[in-house]
T-cell receptor, first 115, second 112 residues
C-alpha cells in the first residue's frame, strides 16, 4: 500500500550541481505530475505525463527535465541547480479517464535547498 | 484556461465557531473542483471533490463545499472549528484528468 513514493525527502545541492528526484507509484496510474511549492504561491506545475513515453511542460518547466519510460516511474532532473530552485517538490499520480477519473494521490514531498 | 482564486490568504477563527474559506474558479468547461489540506510540514490530503454530481459535497472531518455555477464559487465550510483544523487549504480545479491548477492557498488559524 505504498501509493506514491518520493526520494529523497531532503537534499542540499550546490549551485551548478545536477540531481534526479525520484517518483514511483504502484497504482498503475496513467497520469503523473511534478509540482513545486513555494510560500504564497500554492503549487505550480513543472511537467506532467499522460502515459509512458508522453510528457509535456507545465507552468514552470525551465531548468527541469523529465522522462516516462515506464508507467510506474516519473523522475525529475535538475540539470544545473540554481538557488531559485530551492523549494518543496511534490509528485502526484491519477488514474486516467478510462479508469473513471478521480483525484490525485500525492507523494510526501522532497525539500530541496540549493546553496 | 482554468484558474482558481482563493479570496483570503489567511483566516483566523475561534475554536467552536464556523469556518468559511472562499474560492472562485474560472473554467471554459464544466470543471472538477477539489479542496486539499496540508498540515505543517506534511503532504497534501484530499478533503473533498466535486465532479458534476450533487452540488453540495461532503468531505472528511466535517468539511463540506457547495458548487455554485452562477457565482463560479466553491467555498469550503465547517460548522465548528477544531484546533486540529489549523492548516493550509488549497482550492484546485481541473478538467477531467488534466493537470491540477492550484490556488495560492488559505492559511487557517484556530484560536483556543
Amino acid at each position: 500500500n505504498a501509493g506514491v513514493t518520493q526520494t529523497p525527502k531532503f537534499q542540499v545541492l550546490k549551485t551548478g550541481q545536477s540531481m534526479t528526484l525520484q517518483c514511483a507509484q504502484d497504482m498503475n496510474h496513467e497520469y503523473m505530475s511534478w509540482y513545486r511549492q513555494d510560500p504564497g504561491m500554492g503549487l505550480r506545475l513543472i511537467h506532467y505525463s499522460v502515459g509512458a513515453g508522453i510528457t509535456d511542460q507545465g507552468e514552470v518547466p525551465n531548468g527541469y527535465n523529465v522522462s516516462r519510460s515506464t508507467t510506474e516511474d516519473f523522475p525529475l532532473r535538475l540539470l544545473s541547480a540554481a538557488p531559485s530552485q530551492t523549494s518543496v517538490y511534490f509528485c502526484a499520480s491519477s488514474p486516467g479517464l478510462l479508469a473513471g477519473g478521480g483525484g490525485y494521490t500525492f507523494g510526501s514531498g522532497t525539500r530541496l535547498t540549493v546553496v | 484556461a482554468q484558474s482558481v482564486t482563493q479570496l483570503d490568504s489567511h483566516v483566523s477563527v475561534s475554536e467552536g465557531t464556523p469556518v468559511l474559506l472562499r474560492c472562485n474558479y474560472s473554467s471554459s468547461y464544466s470543471p472538477s473542483l477539489f479542496w486539499y489540506v496540508q498540515h505543517p510540514n506534511k503532504g497534501l490530503q484530499l478533503l473533498l471533490k466535486y465532479t458534476s454530481a450533487a452540488t453540495l459535497v461532503k468531505g472528511i472531518n466535517g468539511f463540506e463545499a457547495e458548487f455554485k455555477k452562477s457565482e463560479t464559487s466553491f467555498h469550503l465550510t465547517k460548522p465548528s472549528a477544531h484546533m486540529s483544523d489549523a492548516a493550509e487549504y488549497f482550492c484546485v480545479v481541473s478538467k477531467g484528468n488534466t493537470p491540477l491548477v492550484f490556488g495560492k492557498g488559505t492559511r487557517l488559524s484556530v484560536i483556543a
